[in-house]
């Protein structure tokens, strides 16, 4: 068995006249960057996958998305389009040893599969074994129930090295293997990922109101000071692009 532990990164279309964000809703979030580790059974990195990806649906970067992951229009204009890239990963991950993927809670799985259809490729072959590692990790710190603990929270209470940046894909996934590594038990629980659940529950799911409010609180406390416009736009946006998070009061540093 091997755990592929992978990270997104997306961008969004933005109108400059209007200066607002907009989206094609088959998909709202165009992958950017795809960055994964992969573990032998014994939980050791053995192989490392990194990919920008050339925006195909919002040609230019989103000016939060470039503020909040560094990535510029230079670094994707001459990248492998989606569909190259999606088989690059495909071969990277190698299902043949019955893979396990692992995320920092389920919206990359989400968003994957969502820019899979959007092209009308395959899920063939792609492994639906997966564990949510921010899930476990929230147990693991006693997080309250409905609240998830963040990934930079998560890596400074382990007292983990912090010599990456973060809201970068192959970064983050680094840090998800390190803290998956690090509250690993036989108690965690492999699931199975339903990739058409987002059809079936499209038109009858409701929209939560979330509480923004309450999000900026918590962001006010990590940093003990208070948040400036651009950083509330940012971190509102994030939320909207659903990193890693699926709870109301759920974020990710």
């Not at 001459?78 to 299902?95: C, I, L, T, Y």
């Not at 339903?194 to 006010?220: H, M, P, Q, V, W």
Request: glycine share 2%.
């Amino acid at each position: 068995m091997e755990y592929i532990v992978f990270d997104l990164e997306f961008n969004q279309g933005f109108d400059k006249k209007l200066n607002k964000t907009v989206s094609d809703e088959k998909c709202p979030f165009e992958i950017l960057q795809i960055g994964a580790v992969k573990l032998d059974s014994n939980l050791n990195i053995i192989d490392t996958f990194d990919t920008f990806i050339k925006p195909n649906i919002y040609k230019e970067i989103h000016p939060f998305i470039k503020k909040m992951t560094n990535i510029s229009n230079d670094d994707v204009k001459d990248a492998p389009a989606f569909v190259d890239a999606f088989e690059m990963f495909k071969s990277f991950m190698n299902n043949e040893n019955n893979n396990v993927l692992c995320v920092w809670g389920n919206g990359d799985l989400k968003e994957l599969y969502r820019n899979i259809r959007y092209y009308n490729l395959s899920i063939d072959n792609i492994s639906n074994d997966y564990i949510n590692v921010q899930q476990h990790a929230s147990v693991y710190f006693n997080n309250p129930t409905g609240k998830s603990i963040g990934l930079q929270n998560a890596i400074t209470l382990l007292e983990l090295n912090q010599d990456k940046s973060y809201h970068n894909a192959l970064n983050d996934a680094y840090y998800t293997s390190l803290v998956f590594k690090q509250i690993y038990s036989d108690a965690i629980e492999i699931k199975h990922y339903d990739f058409d659940a987002l059809n079936k529950t499209k038109k009858t799911s409701t929209k939560r109101k979330i509480n923004y409010d309450n999000i900026f609180k918590e962001f006010k406390k990590i940093l003990n000071r208070d948040l400036n416009k651009e950083e509330k736009k940012i971190i509102h946006l994030a939320y909207k692009m659903g990193r890693k998070s699926k709870c109301q009061n759920d974020y990710k540093e």
